[in-house]
């Protein structure tokens, strides 16, 4: 014999109106022995009768001007684009996705090409000079110290770009010229 | 609206026409208010709440593609709005404020001054006894089941739809649909009871 648990499923469905004939013949032949599961359908449809019979409510009649302004006025990024419409949860998960990747990226990259132009001064004066900033043979003669330091500065341009680094070929230089 | 039409409007709003989104949205701001209005139970509040719901739709527009119903999309990000706002809140129940309840006003507690009743039927229906405890009843549900009975019973959206909107196994629709209603007919027992 089924119990009377059995039967929440199908009172839910009756209560909700979704129930097929099927359904309701069976649980009609339960009710009509089980005075406790009828009346726990009737009360659950008075509460049903009683949510559904609150009244609708409606803005205000300015609401709808007004949250159009605002919608005029909202600029929307492509951020807000993707992101927009999404609960925070899910928010929160594709902004740390997003930072994962970006820190994969970013060792990744560091990894290949080794350090980017923004290593830092001690590293440079400790490093020897690559090959192709090795300053020019020593002139023979000093009067042609002039040529030599004006392909120097050819060589070096690049230098200007790193000023701890010319520093010490500076020096360098001003030894061979004497 | 045709669905056609619909979604030759998605695609205008999508491409940011303002007008185009302001076409799609109208339909549904005043189910959307009542919605709002009947999960945090203060009219007030769900304007603000409407107005979140319209601004982030507009946001987010671009990336609706259509999986769900427009109004589906809709409502999932007023429910989201929603529990963030009850949450917020610090509480689980929504604010009621009963016409009964005297003012605080400088020179102490005074009586509320309310409009006439006779000549404004819905507020003759929002006073009644009967309503406010319903509506105290939904109140005193925890956000979960509280959204599957207003989709359901207030708003009138299926079964599939409310899944939908709230991610959802339709078997969890079905049973916090039921725990809903037996938690409210607890609460309004003096009410139904006994209910022929």
């Given amino acids: 014999m089924k119990t009377c648990n059995h039967y929440k499923l199908l009172i839910g469905a009756r209560v ?3 129930a097929t004939e099927a359904e309701l013949a069976e649980l009609h032949g339960h009710l009509a022995e089980c005075t406790r599961c009828a009346g726990e359908v009737r009360e659950l449809e008075r509460v049903r009768r009683l949510v559904t019979g609150l009244p609708r409510l409606r803005p205000s009649s300015g609401f709808m001007p007004a949250a159009m302004a605002r919608v005029r006025a909202q600029r929307v990024s492509w951020f807000d ?3 927009g419409g999404m609960q925070p949860a ?6 740390m996705v997003a930072l994962v990747l970006v820190v994969c990226i970013g060792v990744g990259m560091v990894a290949l090409h080794g350090h980017g132009p923004g290593v830092s001064t001690s590293a440079v004066v400790v490093k020897a000079p690559p090959p192709h900033m090795a300053p020019p043979a020593r002139p023979a003669v000093a009067s042609a110290n002039d040529e030599y330091l004006r392909e120097c500065r050819l060589v070096h341009g690049a230098l ?6 010319w520093g010490a070929e500076a020096v360098q230089l001003a030894s061979y010229s004497r | 609206m045709p669905s056609n039409q619909v979604e030759a409007l998605l695609q205008r709003a999508r491409a940011g026409d303002g007008e185009a989104f302001e076409q799609l949205i109208e339909p549904h701001v005043g189910r959307l208010y009542n919605y709002l209005a009947r999960m945090v139970g203060d009219p007030a509040d769900a304007e603000d709440l409407t107005q979140d ?4 739709a ?8 259509g999986g769900a119903t427009f109004q589906t999309w ?3 990000i007023a429910t989201n709005i929603a529990v963030d706002a009850l949450r917020r809140r610090g509480r689980r129940n929504a604010r009621v404020t009963s016409l009964d309840d005297p003012l605080q006003a400088e020179q102490g507690l005074v009586a509320r001054e309310v409009r006439d009743t006779q000549r404004d039927p819905q507020r003759l229906a929002e006073a009644s006894e009967l309503i406010e405890q319903v509506q105290n009843a939904i109140a005193e549900l925890s956000p979960k089941l509280r959204a599957v009975v207003v989709l359901f019973d207030i708003q009138g959206l299926t079964y599939d739809e409310i899944a939908q909107t709230l991610r959802l196994p339709l078997g969890t629709v079905k049973s916090r649909l039921f725990n809903a209603r037996t938690r ?3 609460l309004l027992e003096p009410y139904v009871a006994g209910a022929a």
């Fill in chain 1, 160 to 165: 200007d770009q790193d000023r701890a680094f």
């Fill in chain 2, 58 to 65: 507009h946001r987010a527009i671009g990336s609706f593609r």
């Fill in chain 1, 81 to 83: 684009r993707l992101f």
């Fill in chain 2, 184 to 186: 409210l007919r607890e």
């Fill in chain 1, 16 to 18: 909700d109106g979704t």
């Fill in chain 2, 74 to 76: 809709l409502y999932r």
């Fill in chain 1, 90 to 95: 899910e928010f929160r998960l594709a902004a």
């Fill in chain 2, 53 to 56: 719901v319209i601004l982030r």
